[in-house]
């Protein structure tokens, strides 16, 4: 199993805890991209037009599948966690930390306990190591920051806001 960190820059690990976050910001890129689908697959044509397209390449196929190939050489008895479709690659086998804060998140903010919404808060709040997916690019690496830094607002408002609230209700202190 792959487990892939990408709430801060990208780091990868096998099982036993072994990093294994590919060399190349291509690959980084290709595996965060296939990272904000999984786990769908996406097309060589769609994962080529996120990979290439400051630079097209003239045969987006090969050069996707020599990313890949790259990729899996990085991951070494991972790779198989990059499997090929009928029309392009998907991530199996994986797990991702933005799954986990989202989880988090959404507890969060449905918690009707302010202890609990801020415990849950606080532990999806731990899971960042910096600005989400620092140093990856592409349009849905960017729709799934945008997303997931959305969200953590979102739930951040929601209880903090709840937090305010209910200090407000607890009422002026003793007159001195």
Known sequence: MLHLD???PLVVRDDEGRELTPPGARER???ATL???APDPLSTE??????YRERPTTDPRNAVQAMVSRLRRALGRAAGSVETTANGYRLAEVTIDVDQAERLL????AATEPTEA????????????GPTMDGLEGELVETERLRIDGLRAEAEDA???RRAERAGQVGPGPDL
């Open 6 to 8: 990408l709430l801060g």
């Open 29 to 31: 890129n290709g595996l």
């Open 35 to 37: 990272a904000v689908v």
């Open 46 to 51: 769609r994962l080529a037009a996120e990979l």
């Open 106 to 109: 959404r507890e969060a903010m």
């Open 118 to 129: 801020s415990e849950l808060l606080d532990q999806a709040r731990a899971l960042w190591r």
């Open 159 to 161: 209880v903090l806001g």
